[in-house]
């Protein structure tokens, strides 16, 4: 089945304790985005990537990292998690063109 | 500012009957749109898009209206179904590919039976 897998689906942490939330794709899409979704301003994007090794900012990208070392995955990575960062995470992929994102189910993180 | 604003945070509307949910945009960069219906627990689903060389695409029983001189979108759903229950999200993109998509806050839409 052609689908976006993030792990985990939820996560409990401490301010200050790195975290990677994990997605993976079986589509073989060359797209991949992270989106975090908050009440009232819908789904903003952190980092995106157009291939292997090239990936670029996004609308909130401050205390993120994305790294994109295969065509499949594209891990998100918080070094030092803080409470605004509480939030549900939406990771997608995309063909080239006139496709819309698939997007995994979601993670919502809560650092407290 | 958010870009791209969806103005009605919820609808209600009767089975059967056509729902209309509306969409503005500010940047006139954009030329590519897109709506994505989400349910719970789920990530959103890509429904439909409309390039802006177009000022209607249709699938089915949805129908995306764009008038690029009003920046304004539209998504109607005719006739409703209460599977159709769930929050709608407008994107926009500057490239066909989506790659920067810029969401709306969502429209909660219930579908009574």
């Known amino acids: 089945e052609a689908q976006v897998t993030q792990n985990p689906r939820y996560l409990i942490t401490v301010t200050g304790k790195k975290l990677t939330v994990t997605c993976s794709q079986n589509m073989n899409h060359e797209y991949m985005s992270w989106y975090r979704q908050d009440p009232g301003l819908g789904l903003r994007q952190i980092y995106y990537?157009?291939?292997?090794?090239?990936?670029d900012k996004g609308d909130v990208p401050e205390g993120y990292k994305v790294s994109r070392k295969e065509k499949r995955n594209f891990p998100l990575i918080l070094e030092s998690p803080s409470p605004n960062q509480t939030s549900l995470y939406f990771c997608a992929s995309s063909l080239t063109e006139n496709y819309g994102y698939t997007f995994g189910s979601g993670t919502r993180l809560t650092v407290v | 500012d958010q870009q791209v604003k969806q103005n009605s945070p919820s609808l209600s509307v009767q089975e059967g009957r056509i729902s209309i949910l509306n969409c503005d945009y500010t940047n006139s960069m954009f030329d590519y749109f897109l709506w994505y219906k989400k349910y719970p627990a789920e990530g959103p689903t890509f429904l439909i898009s409309?390039?802006?060389?177009?000022d209607k695409n249709e699938d089915g029983r949805f129908t995306v209206f764009l008038n690029k001189s009003a920046k304004h979108l539209s998504l109607h759903i005719v006739p409703s179904q209460p599977g159709d229950s769930a929050v709608y999200f407008c994107?926009?993109?500057?490239?066909?590919?989506?790659?920067?998509?810029?969401f709306g806050g969502g429209t909660r839409v219930l579908v009574k039976p």
């Open positions: 994107a926009a993109s500057g490239d066909a590919a989506g790659n920067k998509l810029t």
């Open positions: 990537s157009m291939n292997v090794e090239v990936t």
């Open positions: 409309i390039s802006s060389i177009k």
